[in-house]
């Protein structure tokens, strides 16, 4: 099984400043390396798709990098409305696994 | 536009069978080729893949669950279907279904809350 490590855990960031979080993958995984956000009591919402691929329809602040082992995702200029948990997810093989998520706290 | 929609008893008894569906609207689940999956989420814990079903193909599960798990479809009602048997408190969990969740056609249900408890 695949273990991914999200870094940090908590993040707690001003509007307008720039986050980073990071991914890593236990092995390589090419590009199926997948960014999800997750507000309280609501489902999943898909931010980038295989590393770096926007999904309709999601602002142009998030953008996703990486290959191989080592992944990041970016929201640029953060707003209020960002506050939620970030989980990276591959699927290059089964079983399909999620890191442990990164809430992001806005001061 | 389509739309995912999970249903099934919000309380179980341990030992007994976790029966959950996800009934397809806005479009006929028979229509192109997708991966229809369940994941499930304990409360204030990450997500966790459960399994998926091709569109009339195969079907894929986390080993986690052993031979517990059984995902299926049912055309005539539009619905995909997950069953878990044996249930004990560690399946406890938001359960999500959704299609090609990670592809340019993914689409979430909003989640069914399901509690093993006597």
């Known amino acids: 099984e695949i273990v991914l490590t999200q870094s940090p855990d908590f993040q707690s960031v001003s509007p307008k400043e720039k986050v980073t979080i990071t991914c890593r993958a236990s092995?390589?995984?090419?590009?199926?390396l997948h960014w999800y956000q997750q507000k309280p009591d609501q489902s999943p919402k898909l931010l980038i798709k295989?590393?770096?691929q926007s999904f309709s329809g999601v602002p142009s602040r998030f953008s996703g990098s990486g290959s191989g082992t080592d992944f990041t995702l970016t929201i640029n200029s953060l707003e209020a409305e960002d506050g939620a948990t970030y989980y990276c997810?591959?699927?290059?093989?089964?079983?399909?696994?999620f890191g442990q998520g990164t809430k992001v706290e806005i001061k | 536009q389509v739309q995912l929609q999970e249903s099934g008893p919000g309380l179980v008894k341990p030992s007994q069978t976790l029966s959950l569906t996800c009934t397809v609207s806005?479009?006929?689940?028979?229509?192109?080729?997708?991966?229809w999956s369940w994941f499930r989420q304990p409360a204030g814990k990450g997500l966790e893949w459960v399994g998926r079903?091709?569109?009339?193909?195969?079907?894929n599960y986390n080993p986690s669950l052993k031979s517990r798990v059984t995902i299926s479809v049912d055309t005539s009602k539009n619905q995909f279907s997950l069953t878990l048997s044996s249930v004990t408190a560690a399946d406890t969990a938001v359960y999500y279904c959704?299609?090609?969740?990670?592809?340019?056609?993914?689409?979430w249900g909003q989640g069914t809350l399901v509690t093993v408890s006597s």
């Open positions: 295989y590393a770096s």
């Open positions: 997810h591959q699927s290059s093989s089964l079983p399909h696994t």
């Open positions: 959704a299609r090609d969740p990670y592809s340019s056609t993914a689409i």
């Open positions: 079903i091709y569109t009339g193909e195969g079907t």
């Open positions: 092995q390589s995984i090419g590009s199926s």
């Open positions: 806005g479009g006929s689940i028979s229509s192109g080729s997708y991966y």
